[in-house]
């Protein structure tokens, strides 16, 4: 941290503050640092215009200015949240992110894309604005509730598919241990397996965005494997009702299925309009090969299938998934763009046409 850096917001949530606020400020006070902080609720629904607006209005009343940071504390809505309020204060302050959810630790606090979410979609409204750093301590995962644990590893999976080095093995591994960390139960040896998720996830997270920081070369897209359906799910179901691990979880196994349905129908993926070259993935052989292993991850995640039952208590359901995925951002030119493996398993952008995303998501139900 620079020294010209003489006053700090830590911005938090209210289930991450009383864990670990005070220490945090008694540290950075400890350094010299005048030491504020603002608390939001904690929650999906907090990722809004208004939480930034309010802590926009705060820093101004309480005489921030350009030489001041912020430093969030908690998950990826906070990180998120924090990130975009440090781009547009002030027109840019600096910001250090320590994430303590295993979410933020793999995606959220890496790679500098922060934002906020729309009635109409998720994440619509945000900038790209690199953190200062980014502390990471797997220990206080162990405050973690289980369901924010099994969150992050659905982005974990999700840099597992993108060949990740070691990301599948330490799944499995954490994944021989889910009954002891759904009773909050961790030992040495799920700690440092923890770390090792994060530090590849991280890893290779860093490799992509370096290549494509501001998501304009097609690479960093990549990134969003599984998240066509998820943000749709999260934006039809209401935000937070279904964690976004979860939603990334049910859309990658979405995304294999709909890989082989279409070439059953004889639409094989390949290079598109989009001309990006495809995301090899030296692990996997054949589509059918990526299938099998993401299915076995899912499986030993535990990560039951959500789509149907949602789909079976509203008659309406795929058609509005179907609405949704045309305001994600990843739309290009009214289409829906969708991350799947093609024939050899590596990942590839494709245009697919909505009639075609129906009848998958209808067969999907059956499936």
Known sequence: MSTTVSRVCMVSDTNVAPHYMASAKQSLTSMGFHVTHYLIQAGEPSKNLKTVHDICTYLAEQGFDRHSMLVSLGGGVVSDISGFVAAIFMRGIRVVHIPTSLLAMVDASVGGKTGVNLASGKNLVGAFYQPQGVLIDVDVLQTLPFAELKSGMGEALKMAMLSTAHASDYLHTLALHLH????????????ACLEKLVYVCVQEKARIVADDEHDTTGTRA????????????????????????VAVA???????????????????????????TSLLCSTFTSLSDFVTKQAQLLDDLDYTPLFRRYAQSDSNFCCNILEAMHHDKKAHDGSIVFILPDNKGNLRLQIVEDKLIEQALRAYCEA
Do not use: I, K
């Not at 002891?180 to 700690?191: C, D, H, I, K």
């Not at 359906?229 to 976004?244: I, K, N, P, Q, W």
């Open 180 to 191: 002891s960390l759904q009773a909050g139960v961790f030992n040495e040896e799920t700690l």
């Open 250 to 276: 049910e859309g990658a196994r979405f995304a294999a299925f709909f890989s082989q349905w279409l070439a059953q129908q004889g639409h094989m993926v390949h290079d598109d309009a989009l001309h990006v």
């Open 222 to 245: 990549f990134l969003n494997y599984g998240h066509t359906l998820a943000h749709a799910l999260e934006r039809v179901c209401g935000y937070g009702v279904m964690s976004h691990g």
